[in-house]
């Protein structure tokens, strides 16, 4: 076996020893950059009808100051919406994300206070929430609004921080809200919202989303998007490799970025100016 070919081998196997030959690849292939990272970088959102229906309700909910609930399945794209939609905003709008939401309520305060740039002088709840209404309507004053946006909010550890949530909504003037809140998670996110201790913040979400898998054109699509992000514009996974791909993933992109991206590494072991259906079989054979 050829050295390029163990070290690619390799590199499927164990992750930490492919970083040359990213670097190889990446040369081989004529990319400037990895296409199929985990990192939830916006650029290569590909806008499918589903995740181009989920931006757009999102910007209308942050639009109208208003409560969204979008669930999704695991590794469909929800963080990388988060991300598009905070690069979307105008500069009139203050966003305010949360990323780690197994908070206590007087924590979930604490970091609402910290992301809009408040002193940590108040302790107690009741100062806090009174700290937080002043700002919010400081910058208000200052024509700007606010975007609260809790990713991963199914590991929001009780009920009683979604209730501070709730209180946090109550914040408002005569004809508007003085913020807009996002709630995204995985799919049992909705089904706990449904029971009776969540009815008080269910009733004041307006806008709800489903996000699901690709379909099989819209997954091969988003390897060629991703491709083309990474600065390849020329066919390299073949309509067999496609096929696979999609019979392997489910649609789901994160899966499909695991295995589209060791193929790569298993093809410029090979030599291969084409990613086709036997390298994905066997990237997917070495993986399990």
């Given amino acids: 076996m050829r050295s390029a070919e163990c070290l690619a081998r390799n590199a499927v196997l164990d992750p930490l020893r492919s970083s040359a030959v990213n670097i190889m690849y990446e040369d081989f292939y004529r990319l400037r950059e990895k296409p199929f990272t985990k990192t939830p970088d916006p650029r290569f959102l590909y806008h499918s009808r589903k995740h181009a229906e989920a931006l757009a309700r999102l910007q209308l909910a942050v639009e109208d100051q208003d409560i969204i609930l979008l669930t999704g399945d695991i590794g469909c794209g929800k963080t990388t919406l988060s ?25 979930l305060l604490q970091t609402v206070a910290l992301r809009l740039g408040m002193d940590e002088e108040q302790h107690t709840r009741h100062g806090l929430l009174e700290a937080i209404n002043a700002k919010l309507y400081e910058l208000y004053e200052q024509g700007k609004r606010t975007a609260v946006i809790l990713d991963e909010a199914q590991l929001v550890p009780g009920k009683e921080t979604f209730e501070e949530l709730r209180l946090l909504t109550n914040f408002q003037l005569d004809d508007q809200n003085l913020l807009s809140l996002v709630l995204i998670g995985q799919t049992e996110l ?3 919202l449904a029971k009776r201790p969540y009815r008080a913040l269910r009733q004041r979400i307006s806008l709800q989303y489903h996000l699901g898998p690709l379909d099989e054109q819209e997954a091969g699509e988003y390897v060629i998007h991703r491709l083309a992000v990474a600065g390849r ?37 090979t030599g291969a100016e084409t990613i086709t259906a036997d390298i994905i079989e066997n990237v997917v054979e070495e993986m399990r």
């Fill in 83 to 107: 991300r598009a939609l905070i690069d979307s905003l105008d500069e009139r709008i203050h966003p305010v994300l949360i990323i780690n939401p197994r908070l206590s309520p007087i924590q």
């Fill in 190 to 192: 909705k089904a706990r």
């Fill in 233 to 269: 514009e020329a066919p390299l996974f073949d309509a067999g490799a496609l096929s696979v791909l999609y019979r392997e993933t489910g649609g789901v992109p994160r899966r499909i970025n695991i295995i589209a991206g060791n193929a790569l590494l298993e093809g410029f072991g």
